[in-house]
């Protein structure tokens, strides 16, 4: 049975979308990939993320991270000291340069920086509001409805759930998990189709005593199970730029090993086919491995 791999790119930032973006498609072309990149879509706020600053975990993977060579002082400033670029409105020719490329697009939110860090206090009315204005922009700048959406730092509640519901996505993907399916919190089962990321990221490997950087892509190929579909979140700010040698050996050593590279909404797709087959799960909110503060997770 042949290994499968889907590659999820989440774009957080305007200089991700701008710098990042054309980097990785150009990449995944050359290698003959496809990936499924998720775009922000309304202002760049990274600067007021400071606040994750009392979550447990916080120093310790900034320290190992070099957050500041990764994503740069201005785009730390941004929403801060500095003005809140619009990502959608400033970049909206690569996003769809992206698209017409061949690779599919989806939503990774609207504001990163209040999905991720507020989303747990915010009303079902204030995620439709937040979630129907990055619909709004994706319409703006491809023409046509979203089919897919991932939350910014796998953060996912039952209210999120049901604006994505109420959406009619073809899948999501906001948890970490071994395999598709229908998630469940608080009794309630939901209708669109999750599919988790089930391989860490890069950024929970990077600086680590253990996985010094010509271990990583090694220690992912190790990962990659040929019973289920595995799934790889990487990020435009880091794979997309100053990681970007690591991005294309993974790619390298993957086409080599006989790896075969799939889209996600050809996977949702084939799976929707026979819904009744598709298990039912429960998400929960737990910690992970290398990284700060509570994620979403396929129980």
């Not at 310790?60 to 990502?87: C, D, E, F």
Request: contains cysteine; positive net charge; charged residues 25%.
């Amino acid at each position: 049975m042949p290994v499968r791999l889907a590659l999820k790119i989440d774009v957080d930032t305007d200089r991700g979308t701008r710098e990042g973006v054309p980097h990785l498609a150009a990449d995944c072309r050359e290698f003959g990939v496809p990936a499924s990149f998720l775009f922000s879509l309304g202002p760049d706020q990274t600067g007021r993320a400071i606040t994750r600053v009392f979550r447990p975990g916080f120093f310790q993977k900034v320290s190992r991270t070099s957050v500041v060579g990764l994503y740069g002082v201005r785009t730390l400033l941004n929403g801060t000291l500095l003005p809140a670029p619009h990502i959608g409105r400033r970049n909206a020719a690569v996003m769809q340069a992206v698209r017409d490329a061949g690779f599919e697009v989806g939503i990774h939110c609207f504001n990163h920086y209040r999905w991720q860090d507020h989303l747990g206090r915010m009303s079902l009315l204030e995620i439709r509001e937040e979630f129907g204005a990055a619909r709004k922009e994706f319409v703006r700048i491809f023409g046509a409805e979203a089919r897919t959406a991932g939350a910014p730092g796998w953060q996912s509640t039952p209210q999120s759930r049901e604006i994505y519901d109420q959406a009619g996505l073809l899948y999501a993907s906001d948890t970490r998990g071994a395999f598709p399916h229908f998630p469940r919190l608080g009794g309630r089962v939901f209708r669109t189709l999750e599919i988790p990321s089930t391989l860490p990221t890069l950024d929970e490997l990077l600086g680590r005593p253990e996985f010094p950087n010509e271990r990583i892509v090694p220690h992912l190929l190790s990962l990659l199970r040929p019973d289920q579909l595995n799934v790889f979140t990487l990020h435009a700010e880091i794979e997309g730029m100053g990681r970007r040698p690591l991005f294309r050996a993974l790619l390298s050593a993957g086409k080599t090993a006989g790896v075969e590279f799939v889209r996600l909404d050809d996977v949702a797709r084939a799976l929707l086919a026979d819904r009744d087959a598709i298990p039912v799960c429960d998400q929960v909110m737990a910690p992970i491995d290398g990284r700060s503060g509570l994620v979403a997770v396929q129980a």
